[in-house]
């Protein structure tokens, strides 16, 4: 079982940055893949970006050059920073764990205003 729990959301300008973090409660090299995901208003959760145990990095078309997922071993914890943000990357965040089952945190706010 893994538990997330993520932070940094908030609001920001158009063109700004942020930085969310996810920790987790065990060894994130032990997690198959580790993710963010994200969810805007009446629209689906979707991909954002994704880090393997091994070390490979995937990412949404609409976010390539701008989010980098990254990951630190002594916190536990996976980063999405996020750059030259624009109002459709408003959405709730979701940090997932795939480890033989999906585990998700509760979500954190972004909100980038124009």
Same mark, same amino acid.
């Given at each position: 079982?893994?538990?997330?729990?993520?932070?940094? =959301?908030?609001?920001? #300008? *158009?063109? !700004?940055?942020? @930085?969310?973090?996810? /920790?987790?409660?065990? %060894?994130?090299? $032990?997690?198959?893949?580790? =993710?963010?995901?994200? #969810? *805007?208003? !009446?629209?689906? @959760?979707?991909?954002? /970006?994704?880090?393997? %145990?091994?070390? $490979?990095?995937?990412?949404?078309?609409?976010?390539?050059?701008?989010?980098?997922?990254? @990951?630190?071993?002594?916190?536990?914890?996976?980063?999405?920073?996020?750059?030259?943000?624009?109002?459709?990357?408003?959405?709730?965040?979701?940090?997932?764990?795939?480890?033989?089952?999906?585990?998700?945190?509760?979500?954190?706010?972004?909100?980038?205003?124009?």
């Amino acid at each position: 079982q893994v538990h997330l729990v993520e932070s940094g =959301g908030g609001l920001v #300008q *158009a063109g !700004g940055s942020l @930085r969310l973090s996810c /920790a987790a409660s065990r %060894s994130i090299f $032990s997690i198959n893949v580790m =993710g963010w995901y994200r #969810q *805007a208003p !009446g629209k689906q @959760r979707e991909l954002v /970006a994704t880090i393997t %145990s091994g070390g $490979s990095t995937q990412y949404a078309d609409s976010v390539k050059g701008r989010f980098t997922i990254s @990951r630190d071993k002594a916190q536990n914890t996976v980063y999405l920073q996020m750059n030259e943000l624009k109002p459709e990357d408003t959405a709730v965040y979701y940090c997932n764990a795939l480890s033989g089952l999906n585990y998700w945190g509760q979500g954190t706010q972004v909100t980038v205003s124009s």
